[in-house]
């Protein structure tokens, strides 16, 4: 299997631009997360879908983030317009369900410089 | 809320010697409890998993343990080599997961 894929692996923008960060989850995962890294405040969750649902959006900073899911190999995460606090590392991240025995596995992560 | 505490925030050892990591958890209700490894730069790679009704895993010469009475779960690994430098991070599961801020783990040759 290829993994959770991300893309763009990195961007540089101006503050004030729209930004899209795209995941590819692994086939037949049903739980996918949205996580942002940074030094100050660690790996934090933004958002997790599952079945395609989003679940708890409750990390999600403010009304300049939206994620949607449009099918179950394909999400987006959007900021717009960006901020240059905003810069940091996102990862996508994608699970077989809930179960207890379920692995998460990340991406490698979208690193995002808005300046 | 789940709250994840990791000490140390960082730890230096030289090589030969067992490294043990710590994480807590203030709710006991969780799924499950993973490790993982992250190197500068990279993304999170997991290391275990250990199910809520499980009590230890052990993979070469990494061993997880769990105690969900206590909250607790500490990663031990044996004779640390260079090569285990990075940033050691837990997770529990109950719906999402929660993770702690990491230990930064420095073994010198």
Known sequence: DAG???SPRHEVTEMGQEVTLRCKPISGHNSLFWYRQTMMRGLELLIYFNNNVPIDDSGMPEDRFSAKMPNASFSTLKIQPSEP?????YFCAS???SGTGNTIYFGEGS???VV | KQEVTQIPAALSVP?????????SFTDS????LQWFRQDPGKGLTS????????REQTSGRLNASLDKSSGRSTLYIAASQPGDSATYLCASRWGKFQFGA???VVVTP
Do not use: F, K, P
Not at chain 1, 85 to 89: G, K, P, T, Y
Not at chain 2, 15 to 23: F, K, T
């Open chain 1, 111 to 113: 690193w995002l410089t």
């Open chain 2, 15 to 23: 090589e030969g010697e067992n490294l043990v990591l710590n994480c």
């Open chain 2, 102 to 104: 990491g230990t930064q």
């Open chain 1, 85 to 89: 606090r905003d810069s940091a590392v």
């Open chain 1, 95 to 97: 699970s077989l369900g």
């Open chain 2, 47 to 54: 290391l275990l998993l250990i199910q809520s009704s499980q």
């Open chain 2, 29 to 32: 209700a969780i799924y499950n």
């Open chain 1, 4 to 6: 959770v894929i991300q």
